[in-house]
Each structure stands twice: as C-alpha cells, then as structure tokens.
C-alpha cells in the first residue's frame, strides 16, 4: 500500500514541476496550453481567408513549419498547396479560400538555432451566411416596454434603423425595446449584423407589422339554410371573452350568447370564446332581424400578476338591405331634437350611427368646434359621453353651459371604413329656466284646439303643482285631474297623457276665442328650486297660411289612407304640437323632445316602431308636425 501511494506522490510532484517550469517562461496557463498560436480559436466562413500566426517572433527563425488538421507537414516558404502562404514577420500562415476540410487544430513551428518555438490554432469554419429571412414581426399597438428580437444568428453587434430614424448600435444579440409601440415604427426595419468568421456586415430587412386590437364585424346570410350569422371577433388582443351579447339596436333586450349553447333560434356563432370570436346564429330571421345590431364583449387581461376586467368592447353591424333603406329615411326625417337644459347646468348632446365611428365633433350655434375627448381632468370643461364611437354615438358634455349655447348644435361624424363626407345630425339646444315653454310662439286659429305645453329642463322633475295665466289675466289651477270632460269654462283642461309628476305643466284650449290670444305665463314650483318658475308663451293668430312643407308631409302620407291625409292636412293647418289623440297613440307621453333623456326616448320609440310600415309613418308625421320650424 505504501509503494503505491508514493508512486502517486511522486506522479503529482512530477505534474506540479512541469506546469510550473512553464509558467516561468509563458504569462498564463492558456497561454501554456495552446502555445503560442494566435488567435487561439478562429472562426473562419467557408470561402474566406484564415490568418494563423504565432504570437512571438524568433530571433534567429530558419523555419516555419505548418501542420495542417489533416496531418500534412510543410514549411511555409515552400508550401505544397497555392492556397498557402505566409502573410507577416512571424512565423504565420494564410489559408485562402478555406473549405470545411480546414477545419480543426492547426499547428505552427518556427525554429533557428537551438532554440524553437510552438502553438497552435483551433480552426472553425461556418457555412456561409449570405442572407437571413424571417418572418414579419408582429407588435401590438400601444404596448409598453417591448423588446423585440430582431435575429437568431449569433452575432456579436448590430445596427438598427428603424424607418425615418437614425440608426443606432446594439451590442450582442440584436434586439430593441421600444418604450412604447405606436404605428409609427412600422414598415421595414435595416439592420446589419456584425457575424463572427465574416469581415462584411450582413445586411437584412425586418418587417414589422402594428396590429392595433380591434373588433373585426360583419355577418353572412347563408340564404340555402336561411340563417343569418353576425360575428364580431377581437384581433389582435391579449384579452380574454368573458361574455358577449348581442342586440337589435331597435330593441331593449339583447341575447346572451354563449360558447356552445342554443335556444333554437339563436346560437353562438364563430370558433369559441378561446379564439377570441363572439357571434350569433339567427335561425330563421325576419324582417326586423335586417337592421343595426349592437355587439357587446366583455373582455378580461392580465395586469401585471391579477387577471382584471376591462371595458367592453363594442360595435354596430348594419345588415342589408333593411340599413341603407332606413339611414335614408332618417335624414329624410331629419328631424332636430330638442334638449332643454337650465341655465348653468351641465349640457350633455348625444347623436347616435347606425355604424361606427372613428372620430365625431360638435359645432357650436356660433360656429365654434368642440371634438369630445375622454374626461381626464377636473379642469376640463367639456368631454366625450356615451357609449364609445364604436357603438356608434357621439357625445359630448359640457360643465356649464349659458344662455349664448342656445341654438342649433350640429354633430359630424367620422364613420369607420368609410372615407367621404361625413355624417352629420342636428340638436335643437334650449339654455331655460327650471321651467320652460316647448315652443314659444304658436299660430292658432279661433275655434281650434291649442296647447300650451312647459315642461322642466334638466329632465324629468316633479312639479308641486301647475299654473296659468291668460293674456285677460284670468289665472287657471290645474292638474291632470282636469280632463275634456270636467273642463274648466268648459274649454280649458289639462293635457291628457301628461303628468306633473314628470315635470310636464300643459293645457289643453278646446276652442280659441278671441280673450286666448295674446302672452300666456305657465308657472310651477320645480321639485328642488326655492323659487317658482316661469315661462311665457305667445298666442297669435295667423293671417295667411303657406304650408311650408306640404311637399314633405304628403310624401309621407302616401299609403297612409284617407283617414291619415285628412289628419295630415289638420296638422299642417294647425301647425302646432297639440295632438292629445294622435299623440296617445303613437308617442310616449312627454316626449317632445325635452331633455336629453326624452331624446333618448323619442330614438329609441322611433326605431322601435320601424318595423311596421304605418306606425313609421305615422311616427314621422308626429315629428314633423311638433318640431319647431321657422
Ligand atoms: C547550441 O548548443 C551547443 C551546445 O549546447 C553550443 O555549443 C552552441 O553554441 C549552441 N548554438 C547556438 C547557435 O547557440
Ligand atoms: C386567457 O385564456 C388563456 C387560456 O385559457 C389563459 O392561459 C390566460 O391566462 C387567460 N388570460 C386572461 C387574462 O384571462
Ligand atoms: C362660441 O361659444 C363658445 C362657448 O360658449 C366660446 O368658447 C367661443 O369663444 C364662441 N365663439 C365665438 C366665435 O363667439
């Protein structure tokens, strides 16, 4: 045992002695384990040259030897092959045009005298890389701290120019994070790569495409199995479907649709919630399935490390033919909607697409422009309202608004996917008192029938109670308890359909005499005001009557009937919006337009009542027939 072990001693002694007798000679121990070949690891690609050397010179050189990976031996003043040559002072070799069979260890030896020195070099030849594609890459809008990998070659540097910028240089691998990603780094990016065993650069193009996340809509009638499929998939979005709803816009219920489920008539449509698609099957579908439908989604996305719900998202879809037929007759209609709003208070307007928007502004009466943004600061005066462009409304609320914001407001809206005018509606503003007139100003004839009709702004507010007071000075009590039947002198009632408890104040006259024309003042004491309201409408009687728009309403009335013409001509006789019967049967009451609200209602009763023929028409005629025109 003992033998043994100092035979070990003894190798270990030897070991230590060896290395260290070198490292007098060489200044560390790579140098001593690759001699003095230099570079100790070259990467050559196949068709370029190798330079090999040692690091030292000799004194007294008399040869230099090479020895190649394969085995052959030769000096280099006398190489076998032209691809040889020496190429410094030092003991070297150059290698034209290397191949892979170069590859390997290469040995260099120069000796003179009794003195010689040795290294080698460890040869590595690569393919040749002439060109570098890949595919485009993708980035989402709006992103934060992007980092995007440019290439997969091991290179050592590269340089990045991003279109119209200046180009800038990343050491190691190639990649770039953009603080932010917007569409403006889109397009084609240059870079050149600095590739180990390769003097010249390479050069490549990288696409880069911005995806910015949106709903991709539309719908197929597949007319063989008579179904309509309406669909209105998010691309490109890192969010998840955590439900979606869809809905005719002229209704008030939607259908929840789900991956998977049915109730016959109406299924889910698309690849499922997991492909982020949301669609609906309509079996079957009638006539008023052809319209605007409105897609909800509701969308969830990783913030940070929590799963949070975001907004939904939405969009209109117009389906053929029904949409164009029914865009026409809404500009046809063209009727202004009155919004009546108190002095100080907030004005909120709101016009409503059938298709969605990219942008929408306002114009104010004076000709000033308002484009509504999002509500960021407590500073901001006005801002946007609704339900986002891409359900197609265009809103806008300002703090405070003053009597100069009366007048007609005009809405312009940018429609997605359609460049061109754009569409444009109108609302009639009323900057009011608590309590004001629906028109101020009405043409009356004796022996007809005439309302006075004020109503409170700011929407809907109960009245403690309601008064008038004639041009004679004759004051009149009033409330809904007051019908053509039990009318006071006979001849004045209140409005039937009306009520305080929604702000409205309305008097029916049956029969105009002579003591009705002149200033009339309607009063109320407004649920929260301290003080009575009031508001002064004037009685005239009209001296010659033009029917300014006969053209318009006869054109209406067209299939309406005898019955409906002889009304119309009543109406445009009259001129007024007193039409207790016609009113009953069509509209809501209360629904001339005051308020916002009521606007909404008056839309929506509007759209709802699209699907036959005659309550379309008849619904117009009412509108017409009270819209202020002067
Ligand atoms: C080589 O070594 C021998 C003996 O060690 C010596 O005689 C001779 O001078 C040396 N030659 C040179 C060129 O140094
Ligand atoms: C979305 O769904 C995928 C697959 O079910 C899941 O891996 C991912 O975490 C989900 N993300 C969110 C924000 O819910
Ligand atoms: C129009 O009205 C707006 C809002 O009151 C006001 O800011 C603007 O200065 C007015 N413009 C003109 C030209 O009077």
Request: glycine share 8%.
């Amino acid at each position: 045992m003992f033998w043994i072990k100092l035979i070990v001693l003894t190798g270990l002694l030897h070991v230590s002695f060896a290395v260290d007798s070198f490292s007098l000679k060489f200044d560390d121990a790579l140098l001593a384990q690759r001699g003095l070949g230099w570079p100790h690891n070259l990467q050559v690609t196949k068709g370029h040259e190798a330079l090999m050397k040692l690091s030292k010179t000799l004194d007294n050189e008399q040869s230099c030897h090479v020895t190649t990976p394969t085995g052959e031996h030769f000096d280099i003043s006398s190489p076998k092959n032209s691809r040889f040559e020496r190429w410094g002072d030092e003991c070297s070799v150059r290698v034209k045009n290397v191949v892979p069979s170069d590859e390997g260890r290469w040995r260099l030896i120069a000796s003179g005298g009794n003195d010689s020195l040795v290294g080698w070099i460890e040869l590595l030849v690569t393919e040749e890389t002439s060109s570098y594609s890949a595919p485009p890459i993708e980035l989402y809008d709006g992103a934060s701290d992007v980092k995007v990998d440019l290439s997969s070659l091991d290179n050592s540097y590269c340089l990045v120019a991003k279109p119209f910028s200046e180009s800038s240089l990343v050491p190691g691998h190639c990649s770039v994070t953009l603080d932010r990603t917007t569409r403006a780094v889109q397009g084609n990016w240059e870079v050149l790569l600095g590739i180990p065993g390769m003097v010249s650069e390479l050069s490549m193009k990288r696409h880069v495409i911005v995806e910015a996340e949106h709903l991709d809509v539309g719908y197929v009638h597949d007319s063989s199995t008579n179904k309509l499929h309406l669909y209105c998939n998010i691309l490109h979005t890192m969010k998840n479907i955590t439900f979606c709803r869809f809905q005719r816009t002229s209704q008030s219920y939607g259908y929840n649709v789900i991956d998977g489920l049915s109730d016959g008539s109406h299924s889910y449509y698309g690849k499922g919630f997991a492909w982020k698609e949301c669609g609906i099957t309509v079996e079957k579908p009638t006539q008023s399935d052809y319209g605007t439908w409105r897609c909800t989604l509701g969308v969830q996305m990783w913030v940070g490390n929590r799963i949070e719900p975001q907004p939904p998202m939405q969009a209109l879809i117009s389906v053929a033919p029904k949409a164009a037929s029914r865009r026409k007759r809404d500009t046809e209609q063209g009727e202004s909607k009155a919004v009546f709003v108190q002095e100080d208070g907030s004005l909120k307007i709101i016009c409503h697409a059938d298709v969605s928007l990219v942008y929408c502004w306002f114009q104010h009466p004076n000709g000033s422009q308002f484009t509504p943004l999002p509500l960021t600061s407590e500073n901001q005066t006005f801002w946007y309202t609704g339900e986002g462009m891409s359900a197609g409304q265009c809103g806008i609320t300002f703090n405070h608004v003053r009597k100069e914001d009366s007048g007609t407001w005009r809405c312009h809206m940018g429609p997605r996917g359609h460049l061109g005018v754009e569409m444009t509606d109108e609302v009639e503003v009323r900057v009011t008192g608590p309590l004001a007139a629906n028109r101020k100003e009405i043409k009356v004839s004796n022996g007809e029938t005439a309302t006075l009709y004020c109503h409170t702004s700011n929407g809907n507010r109960p009245l403690a109670y309601c008064r008038f007071l004639s041009p004679t000075f004759m004051g009149i009590n009033i409330d809904s308890s007051v019908t053509e039947q039990n009318a006071i002198l006979g001849r004045y009632y209140f409005t039937p359909g009306r009520n305080l408890d929604i702000g409205d104040c309305s008097l029916t006259i049956s029969s105009i005499e002579e003591q009705d024309i002149g200033e009339w003042t309607c009063a109320a004491v407004v649920d929260d005001e301290i003080v009575e309201s009031r508001d002064e409408i004037r009685l005239f009687v009209a001296e010659t009557f033009i029917p300014r728009r006969r053209a318009g309403v006869i054109g209406f009335s067209v299939g309406l009937g005898v019955l409906a013409v002889i009304f119309i001509g009543y109406v445009v006789y009259k001129r007024g919006p007193s039409l207790p019967l016609f009113r009953r049967q069509t509209n809501p009451p209360a629904s001339d337009g005051f308020s916002l609200r009521d606007a909404f209602a008056n839309d929506a009763s509007l759209t709802g009542s699209r699907s036959s023929q005659s309550s379309t028409e008849s619904v117009s005629v009412a509108q017409s027939a009270h819209s202020p025109r002067t």
